[in-house]
């Protein structure tokens, strides 16, 4: 590079000026740079350092009991992508995780045990395992687990929250709740009644940019997921893959974290995909496979796998195989930059 190109970049630089020229090709490249690397949580190996938590902490003391889920590769940001947090949190028989609320979106996948309810926005539900549970942004919401200490089990689910996505915008604040628990003004089953069973009150309308249904029961969505398999075959690319709608206008359930289920018959195996959202899995029944860029991960009940966005992975099932995934898609297709590509073999 010439000397007065370099002297000009140092005479601007104490103004706190800088080329572009140097700089556009990086800041913006031809296609989406992968943040974070693909990775496996195996929940065979995790799942007793979930549990021994219980032994170190309270729910009440931690306020909410968790082990995070953290990209290799974004060591020490609490980050599983570049948008998202994942972590599996654990609550104990006769343990509340206490009452607050936080301008971050938080969705819950229910992976172990029963007896354990969450409350949010004056409505408690019982979480079962394969539930999908909405906690809106600034919603109050408080845990418990009603069964006997020493009796019933623990129960485990994974947390979805989009900390980071909230972190970029400088939109992060949070509320201690005076009680350790919010009340409750709604019976039990009143959001799904109401809203969650292909009707809606007359004269409702959604106030929310969430889905008025908050607790999306396993039972009714594995039902759905087997009866496609028997009306036809599924998507080449993404098996058959179902989203999670809010009912009031048939978007997605929550407003900044796309929420979807697919079930792959055994034998089945998807085409490459790849989609500029960077995606968590938890696989829910069966067995099979995510392969992405050369590595093979398995996947078992519960385990945990993230691809970062725009790298192509493929899915195999050696069982019916059902996986829940999240990511920031729903965001990225807001502000109109959402690409996906269905590859080839
Ligand atoms: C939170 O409120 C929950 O409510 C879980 O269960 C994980 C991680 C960071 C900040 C708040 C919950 C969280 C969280």
Redesign the pocket.
């Known amino acids: 590079m010439s000397d007065s190109r370099n002297a000009y970049y140092d005479r601007i630089a104490p103004n706190h000026l800088a080329p572009l020229w140097t700089r556009l090709k990086s800041l913006v490249p031809k296609e989406p740079t992968p943040v974070g690397v693909p990775h496996r949580w195996a929940y065979s190996e995790v799942r007793p350092h979930v549990l021994e938590s219980a032994d170190h902490i309270s729910a009440k003391e931690a306020?909410?009991r968790?082990l995070?889920l953290e990209n290799p590769a974004l060591a020490g940001s609490?980050q599983i992508t570049q948008t998202l947090?994942a972590?599996l949190?654990l609550i104990m028989p006769g343990e509340v995780?206490p009452a607050?609320r936080?301008t971050?979106s938080?969705l819950?996948f229910i992976v172990e045990g029963s007896g354990a309810y969450?409350a949010v926005d004056g409505e408690k539900t019982m979480m079962q395992p394969g539930d999908f549970v909405i906690?809106p942004s600034w919603t109050w919401?408080?845990?418990g687990h009603d069964g006997e200490p020493g009796k019933a089990g623990p129960m485990v689910w994974l947390?979805g929250?989009d900390?980071p996505l909230t972190h970029f915008f400088g939109s992060t604040f949070?509320e201690d709740h005076a009680d350790e628990e919010a009340s409750v003004i709604r019976p039990t089953g009143d959001a799904l009644a109401r809203y969650g069973s292909g009707l809606l009150p007359v004269g409702w309308r959604n106030g929310s940019l969430n889905s008025p249904v908050f607790n999306y029961p396993y039972a009714r969505t594995r039902e759905a997921l087997h009866a496609l398999t028997r009306a036809g075959a599924p998507d080449a690319h993404a098996g058959h893959l179902m989203r999670y709608i809010n009912p009031a206008d048939g978007g997605w359930a929550m407003p900044t974290m796309a929420t979807m289920i697919r079930l792959l018959p055994a034998g089945f195996a998807t085409l490459p995909y790849r989609g500029s959202d960077s995606t968590v899995f938890i696989a829910v029944e069966g067995q099979g496979e995510l392969r992405v860029a050369g590595q093979r991960f398995e996947l078992t009940p519960h385990d945990i796998v993230v691809v970062p966005g725009w790298m192509a992975y493929t899915l195999h099932a050696s069982q019916d195989l059902v996986l829940f995934s999240y990511s920031d898609r729903v965001a990225q297709e807001k502000l109109g930059f959402f690409r996906e590509q269905r590859l080839p073999a």
């Open positions: 306020e909410r968790v995070i609490s947090y972590g949190q995780a607050h936080h971050q938080a819950r969450t906690t919401h408080h845990h947390d929250l900390i949070r």
